[in-house]
C-alpha cells in the first residue's frame, strides 16, 4: 500500500499560479504511475493530469491543457501539480493518486485505475 499527502493548496486570486506537492511513501516511487484529480462541491471527482512512471510521458484533461504541468521527483519521492493562470472553475479538492504495477510509459485516466490516494488539498480561486 502507498501513503500519499498532498500539500501546497490555498487560496489564490484568477490569473494566479500555485503548486501542490504529494510525497509517497510504502512503495518504490520511481515505480508508481502517478494522477492528479480534483473534486468540485456537488460534482464528481474528474482527472486533472497524470504522469507515467518513467516520467517520460504526461496527460492533461482539455479543462487545464497548457495551464497545468505535472512533473516528479524520484529522489524526493515527491510529484508536482504546478498551475498557471487559475480559473475560479479551478476551485476543487485535489488529490494525488497512485498506480502500482502499471506500464513504463503509460499515463492513467480513469479513477479506477489508481488504487492508492492522498487526502487532498483545497485550491480555492477566488477575487
Known amino acids: 500500500q502507498v501513503q500519499l499527502v498532498e500539500s501546497g493548496g490555498g487560496s489564490v486570486q484568477p490569473g494566479g499560479s500555485l503548486r501542490v506537492s504529494c510525497v509517497a511513501s510504502g512503495r518504490t516511487f520511481s515505480s508508481l504511475a502517478m494522477g492528479w484529480f480534483r473534486q468540485a462541491p456537488g460534482k464528481e471527482r474528474e482527472f486533472v493530469g497524470g504522469i507515467s512512471w518513467s516520467g517520460s510521458r504526461t496527460y492533461y484533461s482539455d479543462a487545464v491543457k497548457g495551464r497545468f504541468t505535472i512533473s516528479r521527483d524520484n529522489a524526493k519521492n515527491t510529484v508536482y501539480l504546478q498551475m498557471y493562470s487559475l480559473k475560479p472553475e479551478d476551485t476543487a479538492v485535489y488529490y494525488c493518486?497512485?498506480?502500482?504495477?502499471?506500464?513504463?510509459?503509460?499515463?492513467?485516466?480513469?479513477?479506477?485505475?489508481?488504487?492508492?490516494w492522498g487526502q487532498g488539498t483545497q485550491v480555492t480561486v477566488s477575487s
Open positions: 493518486a497512485a498506480k502500482t504495477s502499471g506500464s513504463f510509459n503509460y499515463v492513467y485516466k480513469d479513477l479506477d485505475d489508481y488504487s492508492d
